[in-house]
């Protein structure tokens, strides 16, 4: 079966430092991998998402990237976090576009 | 602009009742829509799906109508349980060429015992 690991599962950083977390999947090859962000009381919004190695499409202009650097590994980094960077990060794959989603049990982030 | 609206006011219900959660949108011609559950400080996980040319789908105690006409989904938990309470969100994809779900705010059902 599949299984979608995220890490870490809580993150206190200072603005201005750096971000790296970190997605893995097992159990299956070629997923599309996808990034959110969900703000306290607000829908999931799409930050990235890659349909394979080495292929990012970014969704919202901001200070953050993504790498794929493996078929099943998702990178989400910042070089410098700012306040407004603060929520619940959740990493996701699906077979296809429009199958369904599979998420991890996300980060939260908070930025001090 | 494309709108997906879902309650934001909490459902309560009492146990054994039909929770009815309800999903509509505006400018959007979905090829599909899904439904998730999400727990607090955990992430969403995926219970149906429903495509443009098909009415309902049903999965044990859950029910999903798809209303193109109307532009609404509804999302129906039978003989409802304690255990149901949790966050509820709709996600609509295939719309303007994207098959990326975009997903609503959610809405809360709170079942009580």
């Known amino acids: 079966s599949q299984t979608i690991h995220q890490w870490p599962a809580t993150l206190v950083q200072p603005v201005g430092s750096p971000l790296s977390l970190e997605c893995t999947v097992e159990?299956?090859?070629?997923?599309?991998l996808y990034w959110y962000r969900q703000a306290a009381g607000r829908g999931l919004q799409l930050l990235f998402y890659s349909v394979g190695i080495g292929q990012i499409s970014s969704e919202v202009p901001q200070n953050l990237s993504a790498s794929r650097p493996q078929d099943r590994q998702f990178i989400l980094s910042s070089k410098k976090l700012l306040l407004s960077d603060s929520g619940f990060y959740l990493c996701?794959?699906?077979?296809?576009?429009?199958?369904?989603?599979?998420f991890g049990d996300g980060t939260r982030l908070s930025i001090l | 602009s494309q709108k997906i609206e879902q309650n934001s006011e909490a459902l309560n219900i009492q146990e054994g009742k039909t929770a009815t959660l309800t999903c509509n949108y505006t400018?959007?011609?979905?090829?599909?829509l899904q439904w998730y559950r999400q727990d607090p400080g955990r992430g969403p996980v995926f219970l149906l799906l429903i495509r443009e040319n098909e009415k309902e789908k049903r999965k044990e105690r859950l029910k999903v109508t798809f209303d193109t006409t109307l532009k609404q989904s509804l999302f129906h938990i039978t003989a409802s349980q304690p255990a149901d309470s949790a966050t509820y969100l709709c996600?609509?994809?295939?719309?303007?060429?994207?098959?990326?779900?975009?997903f609503g705010r959610g809405t809360s059902l709170i079942v009580h015992p």
């Open positions: 996600a609509l994809g295939g719309s303007g060429g994207s098959y990326i779900p975009t």
């Open positions: 400018n959007y011609s979905p090829a599909y």
């Open positions: 996701a794959w699906s077979r296809e576009g429009n199958q369904p989603q599979h």
């Open positions: 159990g299956t090859s070629n997923p599309n």
